[in-house]
Every structure is written in structure tokens, then in C-alpha cells.
Nanobody, 125 residues
Framework: QVRVVESGGGLVQPGGSLRLSCAAS????????IGWFRQAPGKEREGVSC????????YYSDSVKGRFTISRDNAKNTVYLQMNSLKPEDTAVYYC??????????????????WGQGTQVTVSS
């Protein structure tokens, strides 16, 4: 089965950090752009960040720019999202998705597939 598996979520206090992982299952990430998305209750899925395989270029939404860092380790078939200075408004289920080829902007969920089950991130004191 071709899919991705997200992990690393949890409960963290405001100002804290978490690192999410997105591991590919059934395919290799080498030729795929990987996007991170999040969905809070009652809201649409929001694109957070994207990383290309071709040149490693990255894109971030304005809401996370300067706080989140996306990276990839093709040898481990995994993409990471380092989240620092977390805020309560970052609370959501975080998903990653894959897209063949490159992607040149903050990701839109309509353009990605191979969704996983998501991982819950809760920022609260």
C-alpha cells in the first residue's frame, strides 16, 4: 500500500518545540515533493510547508515562517517538520502528503495525495 505515515505529535506548552516525521511506505520519496498540512476542528486543511526533491527548495505559509523548518532525508525516506516557538493556534492534526515532481509554492491539499492518518499537535498550558 502506497501511503505516508506521520508521527511525532503530542502535547506541548506555548513556546515549546516538536519535530514531526513523515515516512513513506510503499514508495521512495526521491522524486516527490512533500507537503505538510494541518487541520483544526471546524476548519479546512491548511498548507503549512513544502519541500522539493530536485533542489531541496522550501516554502512556508506566513503563519509559520521563521518558526517551522522542513527538511528531508532521502536515505531514510523521511521528511521532517521542526516546529519551534509553538503557539496555541498551531493546535491541529498535522498531515503530510506527496506529489510527483516539484511544487513551487505553499502547498494546496488539492494538489497532493498519499495521505496518512495524521498526528495530533496540541499547544496548551
Amino acid at each position: 500500500q502506497v501511503r505516508v505515515v506521520e508521527s511525532g505529535g503530542g502535547l506541548v506548552q506555548p513556546g515549546g518545540s516538536l519535530r514531526l516525521s513523515c515516512a513513506a511506505s510503499g514508495f521512495t520519496l526521491d522524486y516527490y515533493a512533500i507537503g505538510w498540512f494541518r487541520q483544526a476542528p471546524g476548519k479546512e486543511r491548511e498548507g503549512v510547508s513544502c519541500i522539493n526533491s530536485n533542489d531541496g527548495s522550501t516554502y512556508y505559509s506566513d503563519s509559520v515562517k521563521g518558526r517551522f523548518t522542513i527538511s528531508r532525508d532521502n536515505a531514510k525516506n523521511t521528511v521532517y517538520l521542526q516546529m519551534n516557538s509553538l503557539k496555541p493556534e498551531d493546535t491541529a492534526v498535522y498531515y503530510c502528503g506527496a506529489r510527483w515532481g516539484d511544487y513551487w509554492s505553499t502547498p494546496s491539499s488539492a494538489d497532493f495525495g498519499y495521505w496518512g492518518q495524521g498526528t495530533q499537535v496540541t499547544v496548551s498550558s
